[in-house]
């Protein structure tokens, strides 16, 4: 069935047709058929290079083979008990063992999950009420975390939740990312601080990396003031090293948040921090957190076969990664320069964005600045072309093991004719 009879039908019993609303875009979403690597397949048997990897969970490509195996082997025992499984105490290890920061661990579904348990441990840990999020990070679709948010909360321009109660969004106050200075009179002058949650490299508002001192700089003031560092890693957990950002530049926050990348492409994340914090949780401590689904021996089968492989190829997979998006940033960078287009590129790891606009991008503001129009021609163009980015200018572009060069020219390509269009 073609897309657009395929829309027609979702929308009339799926709000706007979509489960997820970045998934949107005009005029219509393509319906995806099946994936494998690093392509994915629509309902007309289009092919697409997938360069948007369910928003960087699969870091090691669409049904990659060991975590196929792990999965399909525990189909065969079991899907959900309910009760304790050894596959738990695998991967609290393997978690355990990649980040030194997380003394304990408890699994749960979504990042969204994660980081509002993350944010009521705080709140329990200090018995303080607010927290301090930093423009444009997303955390996820709760209350207290959408505030000036990022990702499809900023692409629709909802800055604060209708159907969101004031009285949680008050308690969240907001600083400018890459401000440290911001962070620190914001906690001078408020007494109930319960904790800071931070996305260590801010992959929601387009991609914009931490400045020189920053990270280092929020660490510090955090420890002077006794208020626990949340570092949401739901993106970063596995992507930006086996360690996550934390890893890559040296800083140990209290809490960590993990998710994505963690399942590569099966449903689970992680809250993982300080021992005395972790055991607040119920039943030992008073912060409840629960869910039926939480540990599942499914999702954990494909968290398990994931950390051991990215463990295994370590040594060559990020490194190669890293190349390839350099070689591929540099390529377009350049393509943009010789046509002068007014551009920014920011790029880490297996991560980039491109913006259109003259000023460096590095918070919400000047995130915000960029050319969204243009952007869009560039998606629409891309899309025609084979290539699937996520739909908006505040989403991040996701390399993973499976993409070849030979995928990376082809998108290259795609990326010049997207230019053209954009120059006219
Ligand atoms: C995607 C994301 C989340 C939310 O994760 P879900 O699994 O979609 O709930 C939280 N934090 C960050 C940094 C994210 O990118």
Excluded at 191 to 205: F, H, Q, R, T
Excluded at 302 to 307: E, G, R, Y
Aim: charged share 25%.
């Amino acid at each position: 069935m073609s897309n657009s009879r395929l829309f027609s039908d979702s929308k009339k019993i799926i709000p706007s047709g979509v489960n997820s609303p970045v998934r949107y875009f005009q005029p219509y979403p393509f319906f995806t058929k099946k994936s494998e690597g690093a392509h994915i397949w629509d309902e007309e048997e289009k092919k697409y290079i997938d360069f948007c990897n369910g928003y960087g969970a699969l870091l090691l490509g669409h049904r990659r083979k060991e975590i196929i195996q792990a999965v399909s082997k525990q189909l065969k025992i079991g899907t959900l008990y309910c009760t304790p499984t050894q596959l738990e105490i695998e991967l609290s290890k393997l978690i355990i063992g990649n980040f030194p920061s997380i003394d304990k661990v408890r699994l749960v579904n979504t990042g969204g999950e994660a980081t509002m348990t993350a944010i009521r441990l705080a709140r329990g840990f200090t018995k303080k009420k607010k927290i301090i999020k930093f423009e444009g990070c997303y955390h996820g679709a709760h209350d207290s975390v959408l505030v000036k948010a990022g990702s499809g909360s900023a692409h629709n321009g909802i800055s604060v939740s209708d159907g969101g109660l004031d009285e949680v969004s008050k308690n969240t106050l907001v600083v400018q990312y890459n401000n440290s200075e911001d962070l620190e009179k914001t906690i001078r002058k408020n007494k109930d601080v319960a904790g800071v949650i931070v996305e260590p490299i801010l992959a929601n508002m387009g991609l914009i990396l931490p400045e020189n001192n920053f990270l280092a700089d929020i660490r510090k003031i955090t420890r002077e003031n006794n208020i626990p560092l949340i570092f949401d890693e739901v993106v970063t957990g596995f992507r930006v090293s086996t360690g996550g950002a934390q890893k890559h530049f040296g800083i140990k926050p209290d809490i960590t948040t993990l998710g994505k990348a963690l399942g590569n492409g099966f449903t689970i994340a992680a809250v993982g921090g300080r021992k005395e914090i972790m055991d607040l949780l119920s039943p030992g401590g008073k912060v409840y957190q629960a869910s039926t689904f939480a540990g599942n021996p499914i999702s954990v089968s494909a968290a398990i076969s994931s950390l051991k492989t990215i463990n295994k190829i370590k040594n060559t997979l990020y490194h190669k990664l890293e190349k390839y998006n350099l070689r591929f940033t540099r390529a377009l960078d350049d393509l943009a320069t010789d046509m002068k287009i007014p551009h920014q590129i920011n790029s880490t790891a297996s991560m980039f964005q491109i913006f259109f606009t003259k000023k460096p991008v590095v918070n919400y503001e000047t995130s915000k600045n960029a050319d969204a129009k243009k952007f869009q021609k560039l998606f629409q163009s891309l899309l025609k072309n084979g290539v699937f980015i996520a739909p908006s200018q505040f989403e991040v572009v996701f390399l993973s093991d499976a993409h070849k060069q030979t995928d990376l020219n082809k998108a290259l390509d795609a990326y010049q004719s997207g230019l053209k269009l954009v120059k006219n």
